[in-house]
């Protein structure tokens, strides 16, 4: 007879028509459970629960709204006396680019969006404690972003929908704050990151049903007391598990010279994972603070210098404590600054004048992006750098906390970072520029007990920097998250305990570094901490993987232990597929090529010397078939002698250009181009037998011609003694494979480019 390892526990599944709903209900109802088939499709919620019934199983439909799970949870409470596992099947509800998103209509609620999830935890959770048993599992019918395009070109990753990769992370937030607080009461937590065929793209390994059925049956059986507040990623047959990995990272000595030049000469250290760790939570601060006590007085270097001269700013929760900092920071690098906070920010605007830059202040909720981004637009004419800072906190245990604080911590720390990067988009993208750092929290990243709806918003926020970081890359836009880690106010009125020694200023350097154009590999789309004069980079690690299965008829498999073995050869990181951090970069390198050509367009190279003689030139003509008997070509002593004209190519190819090649052409390939078309003047006249001279090279144009390019460089060579010009050339590679960097797709006419001698002769 079948083993029912399930018999008389009751289990809810939400949304269960979609996605994998269906085959975990099936399931249940095989091993004996109790379930309750939900879903909004009251027809289709009741035809699943009948055909359940018809094979012999237990089962209730209900077709609740999934913003209201309490009454889910009531209807199984009602039916069956208790709950024992909620499968919240998650799906994604849009699937737009960012341009044209908005989770609920009209606006950017991020906590109605996830309402669903809060409702229905927040009232299984007193059961389950009660019960002294729960388990709680969220299954995401889709991919995280860098999971979700693993397979396919990175220009489909607009495909993705924005509201999808926000989820994936709020839930494994959320996931790791419940399971912090359920483990002493037996109560279990873990999401579950599959893909189905709707709404996703094609080419992507989807996962195998009895798979995911067996990992979901593995993580809520009773024998299962170890797994918990981890996510897990379906790949057909294979399920890996995902944790997070922290850098070693460079500490700095806490001086004057602690600067984001200083940063930047340690920025292979910040991401080193040579010796990283594989936390749960914040870095030890105090030793942090003890180690960078006792660097030598000399260990910071000064590196380069990062200027924002020029650019503006906004900064949100600025009125105080670290925004303050970042406010000061970047005014002092030369940027004009938007201070914005709900409280009055006069203040911060003030000291920025003090010291003699520029600053405004915008007292509004920082939800209301519109109007930030337009003060800003109105006083500056532009917007470079936005530092999302605005951020709340209001702390209960899941089964406690009240719908309003939920709402309430969504909205101010991921909202209002939609809101303000919504606005300031269209002018980043207009102007081809832009730095983004949203502030997490390590809370977000590693979960923390109280913090369910603070820990859920700011993973999500890591979550929706990714999406535009990949949207941006294209736009020259970059995005990073710091989690930082400092004795603010707002922290110590909290726990007046914590070091007052661990101050927001030392948070500011780094976040000045991610808003510049100083950034090497990796720029774009990085998670890193930063406390106390510390910063190290904090990616996801996904390991090897291995098979797990479940049926009725036999006991609990073992193979959750080899899912979450990341000693295994073949662990790898979300970042290395190809829309990771290297594709990112290549992107932005193409974003950032029409810029580049602009620049090498005004820049002028030095000169570079040509030496010549009559031995020169002798050489030269026999090159180019001039004959024994051709005296005026091949002997110095001849009234007559002379090169061939087209000697006045020669100097040229000894020229420095102003810009290298890979800059203006992400592509660029040495062995790629061929020498197209070749203009000379000789402006000077017989052309001098011997001489000095000096060519200045400069760039003409650059031709987007989609799979190849055009370039075209002017090469001005004058005699050293005297200044006269002596020869003119312009030059014309043809670029194989080199195309589609978005620049100009026609060239120049040659009338408009070409600057004839004065008396126009052609030789």
Known sequence: MALQQFINQTVIITSCGHGLGRDYAAFFASAGANVVVHDT???????????????????????????????????????????????????????????????????????????????????????????????????????????????????????????????????????ETVAKEGVSANILAAAIVTGTPFGGPSGYEKPDCDTAVGLVASLSHKQNTRATGSMYHLRGKICHALRWERAGGAGLRLDQRFTPGAILEKWDEVNNFADAEYPRGTSDVLSILRRAADLPEDYNKEGKKVSLQGKVAIVTGAANGLGREYSLLLAKLGAKVVVNDIQDPTSVVSEIHEIGQHAIGVTAPAQNGKEIVRQAVEAYGRVDIIINNAGTVRDKSIGKMTEKEWDFVFSVNLDSTYEVIKAAWPHMVKQRYGRIVNITSTSGIYGNFGQANYAAAKCGLIGLSEFLAGDGAKHNIIMNVIAPTASTPNLLSIMPGFPKDLKPAYCAPMVALLCSDHVPFPSTGGVYEVNGGWQGRTRLQRSAGSPVSFRPDQSLPAGLDMIGNFEKRGSSYLEDGPAGHRHLMDILKTARAVEKIAAGQAARGRGSVYEYNHKDIILYNLGVAAKRNDLALVLETDLNFQPVPTFGTIPSFFSRLPVEFKEILPKWNPLGYVHGEQYLEIRKYPIPTAGKLVTHSRLLEVVDKKKAAIVTLAHITRDEATGEDVFYNEVSLFVKNAGGFGGQTSPVSATQRHTISHNGRRI
């Open 41 to 175: 499709d009251e027809i289709l919620a009741t035809t699943i629960a009948r055909d359940i019934r018809a094979t012999g199983g237990v089962a209730i439909a209900n077709s609740s709204s999934l913003q209201n799970g309490d009454q889910t949870v009531a209807a199984a409470l009602a039916e069956f006396g208790r709950v024992d596992i909620l499968i919240y099947n998650s799906l994604p509800e849009h699937d737009r680019r960012f341009e044209g998103f908005h989770p609920q209509a009209g606006s950017s609620d991020f906590g109605k969006a996830f309402k669903g999830l809060y409702k229905t935890v927040h009232a299984a959770w007193p059961i389950f404690r009660k019960q002294k048993f729960g388990r709680f599992i969220i299954s995401c019918t889709y991919f995280l972003p860098k999971m979700h395009c693993e397979e396919l070109s990175f220009g489909k990753f607009d495909a993705n929908s924005c509201i999808t990769t926000v989820a994936s992370y709020a839930h494994l937030g959320f996931v």
